[in-house]
């Protein structure tokens, strides 16, 4: 049976059973799993990186991890926790200092904006890189007030996983595919209508005058398609 925890021992809180000298492992152990933290959410990519640098991200797992543990458990000393802080802060600044003035570093760690959309057509090769699926594409869009990809300029993911999204003039915006979900939806894989259809997967609009039998699309090789939406 365990001995009973002795309340307010002042040993116990601040070091509990270990030498003095093992908070020199503790910081070993921060600096250890902040690169660990650091490599695991740079290789996750954006999509899991929303609203938060990576930097702010490692920051705020590993001192919630620190600020918890002492918290609940009685072996978990409070100055294992302030080395913790100290460490954590420590490689936060260091590393965001260097990144501030590499930009290869930065570049490497956080990435670099890139291009998915181009004068209303999906830059396929640019977006199959990206930890960005479809349907979260489409609802970025939608968010910023987008019905159809003519109506997109340029659209660029940003470092942080945000989308910025730059429109056509009213006056130059041309026929795109509908990314409102009932229009989308409507998948044909056969033309039957004559008329202007947009690829499901690229956005380019074709004119199919006649019908056709399962058209490919000459940009991507898809042959999934949808009636385009007009202005």
């Known amino acids: 049976m365990p001995d009973p925890v002795d309340p307010f021992d002042i040993q116990r809180i601040l070091i509990d059973q270990f030498p003095w000298t093992y908070l020199g492992e503790v910081a070993f152990r921060t600096v ?13 990519g954006k999509r899991e990186v929303r609203q938060l640098s990576i930097y702010e ?8 991890s620190a600020a918890g543990d002492p918290m609940f458990y009685h072996d978990v000393p409070l100055s294992s926790a302030v080395v913790v802080f ?30 998915v959309i181009e004068d209303g057509r999906i ?15 489409f609802s970025d869009l939608r ?8 109506q997109v ?15 056509f003039e009213p006056s130059a915006v041309r026929e795109g595919l509908p990314i409102l979900p009932k229009l ?3 998948r044909v894989d056969q033309i039957q209508t004559p008329g202007q259809y947009a690829c499901r997967c690229c956005g380019s609009v074709m004119t199919f005058n006649e019908p ?17 939406s007009k202005p």
């Not at 991200?57 to 919630?64: E, F, K, R, T």
């Not at 830059?123 to 594409?137: A, K």
């Open 32 to 44: 250890f799993m902040f690169l660990v933290l650091l490599t695991a959410l740079t290789i996750s």
């Open 57 to 64: 991200l490692v920051l705020v797992i590993g001192l919630g």
């Open 86 to 115: 100290v460490v954590m802060m420590s490689c936060y600044k260091l590393a965001t200092y260097i990144s501030d003035r590499n930009k290869r570093i930065s570049e490497i760690i956080e990435g670099k904006p890139v291009y």
């Open 123 to 137: 830059l396929i090769d640019n977006f199959d890189r990206e930890d960005l699926g479809i349907d979260e594409l």
């Open 143 to 150: 968010t910023a007030g987008i019905e159809q990809l003519g």
């Open 153 to 167: 300029r340029v659209a660029i993911l940003e470092p942080s996983g945000q989308l910025s999204v730059f429109q």
């Open 184 to 186: 989308y939806d409507r």
């Open 212 to 228: 056709t039998e399962k058209p490919v699309c000459p940009r991507c090789q898809q042959s999934s398609w949808v009636l385009s």
